[in-house]
């Protein structure tokens, strides 16, 4: 699946990846697979982002109390009959154990059930929430897209761990 194969380069990229604000111009890495209207949406909101090997853009952003969070717009979209959707998503945990604890898990599920917009997903080791986005979404969409897993993976990853890994 290729979401197991992004959690390990998001693993590797995480890693090294300082927190630096998101207010300044694109780097201006492109790739083949990267979706270009993404890129102009990002370049007009003035998010700084790098485009890694999937094709996708990673995002860093400063949050409240010093912390930090990642995040990834997906450039591939994904369809079902005539809906088509794209993923904006930001990992929150890192498990020790293949498996979540089951207070983690448990805890997880009840966050999803009370989001507005998106769910906590697995990949591997990796809490990761999702936002599932129309694939035409607007550029005020996406940003608030943004801003909402953001907020979310970075409060849960407060609450479950006291970290600021992502």
Not at 40 to 54: A, F, I, M, P
Not at 85 to 108: D, G, K, M
Not at 119 to 147: C, E, I, N, P, R
């Amino acid at each position: 699946m290729r979401f197991h194969a992004f959690a390990a380069a998001l693993v590797l990229l995480s890693a090294s990846m300082p927190g630096v604000a998101a207010t300044a111009a694109s780097t201006g890495e492109t790739d083949r697979s990267a979706d270009p209207a993404i890129a102009r949406q990002l370049d007009s909101l003035k998010y700084q982002y790098e485009v890694d090997e999937d094709g996708d853009y990673k995002l860093a952003f400063d949050m409240d109390d010093g912390r930090s969070q990642l995040a990834f717009v997906i450039s591939d979209v994904e369809s079902f009959g005539d809906t088509k959707v794209r993923e904006v998503w930001a990992p929150a945990y890192r498990s020790s154990a293949a498996q979540f604890p089951s207070e983690v898990a448990n805890r997880l599920l009840e966050d999803s059930h009370a989001s507005k917009l998106g769910a906590w997903v697995k990949q591997g080791d990796m809490a990761v929430f999702v936002v599932k986005l129309s694939a035409d979404a607007s550029q005020a969409q996406l940003s608030d897209a943004l801003d909402f897993v953001l907020r979310t993976a970075d409060q849960m990853e407060k609450e479950l761990t006291g970290k600021d890994e992502f």
